[in-house]
């Protein structure tokens, strides 16, 4: 699977971005998908997630209730809509697929995009 991140920008405090992510190669058949974020100097983290078997959404506690994850299977694409941004959202985001369980470590992540710069201004 090949990914293609890109949506990333400069937004103020309390704006809103969405970023895409198109695989190609395969679709996401079978595969967990996530969003990870990594600010300068600080180790890559889980922002969400979204199980294959049922659709359901994990989230980081620092986003919760203002980023929502989504995928569209026809389009083999994936969203991570992010509203209400605050500064310390600014990192280079990436997706990430896997075919095992959806987990939070980024090392067991089998597949990654090249990564979107997201920068919130104060």
């Known amino acids: 699977v090949q990914l293609q991140a890109y949506g990333g920008g400069l937004v103020q405090a309390g704006g809103s971005l969405r970023l895409s992510c198109v695989a190609s190669?395969?679709?996401?058949?079978?595969?967990?998908i996530a969003w990870f974020r990594q600010a300068p100097g600080k180790e890559r983290e889980f922002v969400a997630g979204?199980?294959?078997?049922?659709?359901?959404?994990y989230y980081a506690d620092s986003v919760k209730g203002r980023f929502t994850i989504s995928e569209d299977n026809a389009k083999n694409t994936m969203y991570l809509q992010m509203n209400n941004l605050k500064p310390e959202d600014t990192a280079v985001y990436y997706c990430a697929t896997r075919l095992g369980p959806l987990v939070f470590a980024p090392r067991a992540y089998n597949y990654w995009g090249q990564g979107t710069q997201v920068t919130v201004s104060s």
């Open positions: 979204i199980t294959w078997s049922d659709g359901s959404t």
């Open positions: 190669g395969r679709t996401f058949s079978s595969h967990n």
